[in-house]
């Protein structure tokens, strides 16, 4: 459903790729932008990386304020498709807006040190040598794999459901599912468990077999934590992001679009 906006005030972000300088100098001569911390909206221009690295900032910031992003960069499956700043307020006030809560982990280490991050796309657990890693997987305390023999294991949002899970096999989530994608990567034991589909509100609990024998590490997005003993997720709903997509280019149908792709 679209939305009329009333942004008056905008911040402007913008990769240091020469294709997003050059965007952004054009649009500071059509427009007047203000840093973040007083903006109704941030304008991001570049990449998926960029924007990624964008929504993480406000995520630490606690400047969770609705983000417009044009592409500059490669894929741009986040963006929306650039133009001149002619338009921009009159894009920005019929865009509609898509609520991405991100999954909170907490990753224990071996030395017993306890380590907090968000992702927006997934959190991959991976084996650290050339030994593949043992996993118990438990949703909601209760224990649905007592051992998963594989070089890794991810749960990814809708949002990142194309991203490194697409290419682990996992399934393409619609964003409005409010599921989670529970996807092994080159699972070796159980040979013929290819994941799982689990409700957003799904509570996961990870613990490494053999943890110094089998190190394994733990990525969320791109911060990673290694030589983890447990790995704990849930979605946190308190930190919400707001992503702003134009008509008819919205994250839901590129979603439905990807399944298509040949």
Request: hydrophobic share 45%; charged share 25%; with cysteine.
């Amino acid at each position: 459903m679209t939305v009329r906006h009333n942004f008056e005030r905008l911040a402007l972000l913008a990769s240091e790729t020469e294709r997003a300088q050059a965007a952004a100098a054009e649009l500071r001569e059509q427009m007047h932008f203000v840093p973040l911390e007083k903006a109704d909206a941030a304008v991001v221009l570049g990449g998926d990386g960029f924007m990624l690295q964008t929504l993480h900032s406000m995520l630490d910031s606690g400047l969770l304020v609705p983000t417009y992003g044009m592409n500059c960069g490669t894929v741009g499956f986040l963006m929306n498709r650039f133009r001149n700043g002619g338009k921009l307020l009159d894009r920005l006030r019929k865009a509609r807006d898509f609520a991405i809560a991100p999954i909170r982990m907490e990753a224990v280490r071996q030395d017993g040190s306890c380590h907090v991050a968000c992702a927006i796309n997934e959190v991959s657990l991976l084996r650290e040598t050339r030994q593949t890693a043992k996993i118990e997987i438990a949703v909601d305390d209760r224990v649905r794999l007592k051992e998963l023999v594989c070089d890794g294991v991810l749960v990814a949002t809708p949002a990142g459901s194309t991203a490194y899970n697409l290419s682990a096999n996992g399934p393409i989530l619609p964003l409005d599912s409010q599921l989670l994608a529970l996807t092994p990567i080159s699972a070796f034991r159980p040979r013929r468990w290819r994941g799982a589909i689990l409700p957003e509100r799904s509570r996961m609990r990870f613990s490494i077999i053999e943890s110094h024998k089998r190190p394994v590490s733990a990525v969320a997005d791109q911060k990673e934590i290694r030589d983890i003993a447990e790995v704990r997720l849930e979605i946190a709903r308190q930190q919400q992001l707001t992503l702003l997509f134009d008509a008819g280019h919205a994250l839901d149908e590129r979603i439905v679009a990807e399944q298509f792709a040949v």
